[in-house]
Structures are given as C-alpha cells and as structure tokens.
C-alpha cells in the first residue's frame, strides 16, 4: 500500500509540475462526511482544457462505521480521483474565455473515476472505487457539486458493487 501512495503521490507532483493556472484550484470538503464525524480537506487541480485531478483526505470516527455500538472506531481516509468536464461552449466563446484565462473554469456536467482507501484504528482495510456522474456550479468562487454512481465497496473482506454519492463545498482560489 505505501508503493501505491508513493506512485500516486508522485504522478500527482508531476501533473502538477507547471500546471496550476488562474481559475484551476479549487479547496473542498464533504459535508456529507463531516456530518458522520469525518473532517475532511481535498482540492481539485485543473491539469488540461477539461479535465482535473482530485484528491483529499480525512480523519475522524465515523457514525456509520460504528453502528454496531462499543467503542469507537478512528478511521483515516485518501482519496484520488480524475474528471473529465462535458460543459459546451462555442468555439467562439470559448476563444473569448481562453484570451482572460488559460485554461476554461471547471463547472457543469462532468463524469469522475477516483479511489478512495479507508484505514481503520482497529486494523481493517475498507475501499470504494467508482465512477459517477455529476453537476458543478460556481456562485463567484463558491463551488457545490453532486454526483451519483455505483462502485466497488470492500469492508472487512467483503465486496459488493454498490450505489454511491457524493456532495462537495469548495472555495476557488484566484
């Protein structure tokens, strides 16, 4: 597992390299899982025309993960993630937007594949890997995103493919 963090983290500084641009970081949490009693801090990297990298992590002890009551369970959380924007513009638009900034904003339709791993206090291993649809809208540098999808959920050993969801509150730096 430390191999893989060690590759993703080091794809991710090489995307990276160069490519952070006016209107193409983005800070979020989930408050869905702030909710549950995870604190959670990612960001999304726009890396081309439409498409962006996401990562995030977080810690806690999560409601959820501890229904069977007892005592508490801590968990710690990554996750990374790519997405790829459907949002239409005109080519002539589109020139216009290109000549105030380089890359387009990222907002609108848009589909994500990520990852996530979630390591529990007590020992065990859980993970989702997904891929949903979703919707992002900008209110100045406020960002809301929802999506919806189905993916892999492992817990305890046991995996099943599963619907999910996901909703995020960011703050676009400028």
């Known amino acids: 597992m430390k191999l893989f963090a060690t590759l993703v983290s080091g794809l991710l500084v090489l995307t990276m390299n160069g490519q952070i641009k006016k209107n193409s970081f983005e800070l979020h949490t989930r408050p869905i899982s702030l909710l549950q009693g995870i604190i959670t801090l990612g960001a999304e990297v726009q890396v081309?025309?439409?498409?962006?990298?996401?990562?995030?992590?977080g810690a806690g002890a999560s409601l959820l993960d501890n229904v069977g009551g007892g005592s508490e369970i801590g968990l710690t959380t990554f996750m990374v993630g790519a997405r790829k924007y459907f949002t239409s513009t005109s080519t002539a638009t589109r020139r216009e937007l290109l000549k105030k900034a380089p890359l387009?904003?990222?907002?609108?339709?848009?589909?994500?594949?990520?990852h996530r791993s979630r390591f529990y206090s007590d020992g065990d291993y859980g993970a989702n890997t997904n891929v949903m649809i979703g919707k992002k809208v900008m209110i100045d540098q406020l960002s809301i995103a929802g999506e919806a999808g189905v993916g892999r959920q492992s817990l305890f050993g046991e995996a099943a493919v599963l619907p999910t969801f996901a909703v995020t509150v960011g703050y676009r730096l400028q």
């Open 48 to 57: 081309g025309e439409d498409v962006s990298i996401l990562f995030d992590g």
């Open 104 to 114: 387009r904003p990222l907002e609108g339709l848009y589909v994500t594949a990520r």
